[in-house]
T-cell receptor
Framework: AQSVTQLDSQVPVFEEAPVELRCNYS??????LFWYVQYPNQGLQLLLK??????LVKGINGFEAEFNKSQTSFHLRKPSVHISDTAEYFC????????????FGQGTTLQVKP | DADVTQTPRNRITKTGKRIMLECSQT?????MYWYRQDPGLGLRLIYY???????NKGEISDGYSVSRQAQAKFSLSLESAIPNQTALYFC???????????FGPGTRLTVL
């Protein structure tokens, strides 16, 4: 079984500052890792994913994440945030295609202030 | 047009009523999923389906049932709605092999 923990429920940050949203997971098998974003009153859309290969993954809107197998982490970063990045962010893991099920973390609300 | 659509987008109902939420997709995916989202809990899987004849329970299936009418359609039913089923419900489809899921816009359900 897998589980995901997002260490911060809310992250306030000023515009143009860097941000890191933290995600740790636990699993007895190899996993795929995902970050999804949910803008207000919308569904979830994929930001980025790690399947294999390079541990640094680049996604849309300037976001990137680094897979750290020894620390079982997949933290999301952006060097300079914009007001439009205000949203809820979800980290998720899957069991590498066996069932395709995603296990989600609790979510982190990123609040970008002017 | 959206690849994954959900109807209705908003619904208010009363305790004990039967409710059906519908999901349609044009992505041609075999795998479809129903989740509910509650504040502070993230998304939790209710049911998932690999094809029309293969339906599986997720982690919180009690009080819910599903129907896969066709490859493109997956419906979620609440047989007798109760207030703690008030939530945001999402349908998703997945790209087999890489597990990327594509979500609908959600249905906000309120049970009074």
């Amino acid at each position: 079984a897998q589980s995901v923990t997002q260490l911060d429920s809310q992250v306030p940050v000023f515009e143009e500052a860097p941000v890191e949203l933290r995600c740790n997971y636990s699993s007895s098998v190899s996993v795929y890792l995902f970050w999804y974003v949910q803008y207000p009153n919308q569904g979830l859309q994929l930001l980025l994913k790690y399947l294999s290969g390079s541990t640094l993954v680049k996604g849309i809107n300037g976001f990137e994440a680094e897979f750290n197998k020894s620390q079982t982490s997949f933290h999301l970063r952006k060097p300079s945030v914009h007001i439009s990045d205000t949203a809820e962010y979800f980290c998720a893991v899957s069991d590498r295609g066996n069932t395709g099920k995603l296990i989600f973390g609790q979510g982190t609300t990123l609040q970008v202030k002017p | 047009d959206a690849d994954v659509t959900q109807t209705p987008r908003n619904r208010i109902t009363k305790t004990g009523k039967r409710i059906m939420l519908e999901c349609s997709q044009t992505k041609g995916h075999d795998r479809m999923y129903w989740y509910r989202q509650d504040p502070g809990l993230g998304l939790r899987l209710i049911y998932y389906s690999f094809d029309v004849k293969d339906i599986n329970k997720g982690e919180i299936s009690d009080g819910y049932s599903v129907s896969r009418q066709a490859q493109a359609k997956f419906s979620l039913s609440l047989e007798s709605a109760i207030p703690n089923q008030t939530a945001l419900y999402f349908c998703a489809t997945s790209d087999p092999g890489v597990d990327t899921q594509y979500f609908g816009p959600g249905t906000r359900l309120t049970v009074l």
